[in-house]
T-cell receptor, first 114, second 114 residues
Framework: EPEVTQTPSHQVTQMGQEVILRCVPI?????FYWYRQILGQKVEFLVS????????KSEIFDDQFSVERPDGSNFTLKIRSTKLEDSAMYFC????????????FGQGTRLTVV | AQSVTQLDSQVPVFEEAPVELRCNYS??????LFWYVQYPNQGLQLLLK??????LVKGINGFEAEFNKSQTSFHLRKPSVHISDTAEYFCAVIPTGGGNKLTFGTGTQLKVEL
């Protein structure tokens, strides 16, 4: 069964450092998403991406965040200068249609900022 | 905007006992409803979804959920749980009119004990 793959599974970084989280979506999917879950809180939508553009983003997704599909297979989330409050589980998802009704999620990357 | 409430943060239950995980939602528009499961150290896996038709929806691993529009609820049930059902369960919604943003609840930790 096709799956969304995220690397690394766990990343520890120092405050102020840049971090890139990587995702390989399902190959024929066209829509890509990032969500995050701060420990003990809700899973929150960050951003959706289609046709090499951000289609929607939340208030959380400020200038410190960016997304990219650099090579047609990977989908990355970059945090330019990490803060302690960026510590969370980050989930990548992809779907073939525009609606997230059919979205498949990856296993997540746990980011710890120290 | 939509919101999802899962009142029970933790539900302990003995193996082979029935369980119900509660989910209520608030929305000014019609929504589709989902339950996701997150096993330890794994990603979000779709358990079941309600899009239309019969309000009783059956999912994987013997789980089912019933959509109650008047009570704006979508409670998850299983008649007899197994130790392997120990996981975090998330309820989520998305507007039927389209959209690529799932709104999640805070999750319910189901702990099945021998």
């Amino acid at each position: 069964e096709p799956e969304v793959t995220q690397t690394p599974s766990h990343q520890v970084t120092q405050m102020g450092q840049e971090v890139i989280l990587r995702c390989v979506p399902i190959s024929n999917h066209l829509y890509f998403y990032w969500y995050r879950q701060i420990l003990g809180q809700k899973v929150e939508f960050l951003v959706s991406f289609y046709n090499n553009e951000i289609s929607e983003k939340s208030e959380i997704f400020d200038d410190q965040f960016s997304v990219e599909r650099p090579d047609g297979s990977n989908f990355t989330l970059k945090i330019r200068s990490t803060k302690l409050e960026d510590s969370a589980m980050y989930f990548c998802a992809s779907s073939y249609t525009q609606s997230a009704v059919e979205a498949f999620f990856g296993q997540g990357t746990r980011l710890t900022v120290v | 905007a939509q919101s999802v409430t899962q009142l029970d943060s933790q539900v302990p239950v003995f193996e082979e006992a029935p369980v119900e995980l509660r989910c209520n939602y608030s929305s000014s528009v019609s929504v589709y409803l989902f339950w996701y499961v997150q096993y330890p150290n794994q990603g979000l896996q779709l358990l079941l979804k309600y899009l239309s038709g019969s309000t009783l929806v059956k999912g994987i691993n013997g789980f089912e959920a019933e959509f109650n529009k008047s009570q704006t609820s979508f409670h998850l049930r299983k008649p007899s749980v197994h130790i392997s059902d120990t996981a975090e369960y998330f309820c989520a919604v998305i507007p039927t009119g389209g959209g690529n943003k799932l709104t999640f609840g805070t999750g319910t930790q189901l702990k099945v004990e021998l």
